[in-house]
């Protein structure tokens, strides 16, 4: 899509640059307040601010929890270009505006039990912000809950 057809854009920034030698990383964030007609996407940026990978989203409810999965196969470029760089992530919405929330958790979501014992779903509620997570492993994260990485890195996101 056209950039003039965007009516507001917000950028997130990585706090800190990405470390070297991930193959594989996720971007957790909440869905913003914005009008139910408004196409509404996405862009990750290459260091040279050409496209690493573009997604497309349905209308959802304002404050719903996502977890964008970046991997080659799977979404995105080659990881090795954003080694040792500051990852840039721009929203769009062909309508209206938009308006993220803030992060906020009632508490820990739960999974399956694991000996007998509930465990946590993910790691959103630890976090203050939106957050980058970069991995070291075979398995795109994906197919995967966090708690299978047992080396990784977490960034916290910005609005730059």
Known sequence: MHKD??????????????????????????????????????????PDGSEYARYSLPPGPKGQVFRSDFCPGFCGGDPKDLWGQSIVIKFMVSKGKMRFLPWEFPGPQLDE?????????????LHKTP????????????HASFRDFD???????TMA
């Open 5 to 46: 057809k965007w009516s507001h854009v917000v950028t997130f920034r990585s706090v800190e640059k990405a470390p070297d030698n991930f193959n594989s990383w996720t971007f957790c964030w909440l869905a913003p307040e914005r009008d139910a007609e408004a196409e509404f996407e996405f862009v990750v940026e290459n």
């Open 131 to 142: 957050y980058f997570r970069f991995f070291q492993s075979d398995i795109c994260p994906n």
């Open 113 to 125: 039990t694991l000996d007998g014992e509930l465990v946590p779903l993910d790691t959103f509620e």
């Open 151 to 157: 080396r990784c890195v977490d960034i916290e996101a």
